[in-house]
């Protein structure tokens, strides 16, 4: 590992990239994983709890929701709006419907991006609004491909608020709907979260397999026929992954 004329940050480094290898660890793991005194790392994992970096739960320590955090700053600040609006312009037109770039932010996903649809649908949405990631088919297809551990910190509670008939009520049965999107590739939003609109999102994955950001696709009831869904799918899949090779080129 690279040494840098600051030995806590190098420290820090080290236990962040033990952790993020291991699903959790003892202090006797970590302190013996990477070579580093008793003493000081006592006192440095303290610190990276107290600043939410590091989560600690009976005797294991956890990478932090503050790193998820930061780690979606770093996602947006280089320019994926401009590696997607192409792909996405093409998709809008091909499709017509209202079509979005959002990415994880803390517990919720939020826009990058909007081109509305060309049709006389209006979808109401807007650039840096914000999504609940159980009920929108871009925060499903955010969350699908985390670990579990994340997303039971990003939604703790069992039982979720409910917007519309069709909302998702429980973490569980989320959870078995995340499987399902892995499986086909693509998160379906059945107006849960708003009365009315349907969705279809599918992710964008950097190439660690990691999922940045997502693409969606959202329109009215005669638009999302179950004819119509299949076809749709696959376009939104299909740019999602042109989007992807561009981001890894």
């Known amino acids: 590992m690279l040494q840098t004329q600051t030995p806590a940050i190098d420290k820090t480094v080290k236990i962040f990239e033990f952790l993020s290898t291991n699903n959790g660890a003892t202090f006797s793991q970590i302190y013996q994983g990477v ?25 294991h320590y956890y990478l932090g929701l503050r790193l998820y955090e930061f780690g979606s700053k770093a996602e947006e600040s280089f320019d994926i709006k401009k590696l997607a ?15 979005h770039l959002g990415v994880q932010d803390g517990g919720s996903a939020i826009y990058l991006l909007k081109l509305e649809s060309p049709g006389a649908i209006v979808v109401r949405s807007w650039v840096g609004k914000k999504l609940s990631l159980y009920s929108s088919g871009l925060g499903k297809a955010l969350l699908a491909w985390l670990p579990e551990s994340a997303i039971d910190l990003y939604l703790p509670d069992e039982e979720f608020e409910i917007f519309t008939p069709t909302t998702i009520k429980t973490k569980t049965a989320l959870k078995k709907e995340l499987a399902l999107i892995r499986q086909r590739g693509w998160a379906y939003d059945n107006a849960e979260d708003s009365e009315g609109v349907y969705c279809i999102s599918a992710p964008i994955f950097d190439k660690n397999g990691n999922v940045i950001a997502a693409i969606s696709a959202s329109g009215v009831a005669f638009q999302m026929t179950p004819e119509l869904i299949p076809q749709n799918a696959q376009r939104i899949v299909d740019t999602a992954k042109a989007i992807s090779d561009k981001v890894n080129r």
């Open 85 to 99: 609006s192409e792909p996405l312009t093409q998709l809008r037109d091909s499709t017509q419907l209202t079509c």
């Open 35 to 59: 070579g580093l005194p008793k003493s000081s790392t006592s006192s440095l994992l303290a610190s990276l709890v107290a600043h939410g970096l590091l989560r600690q739960e009976k005797n």
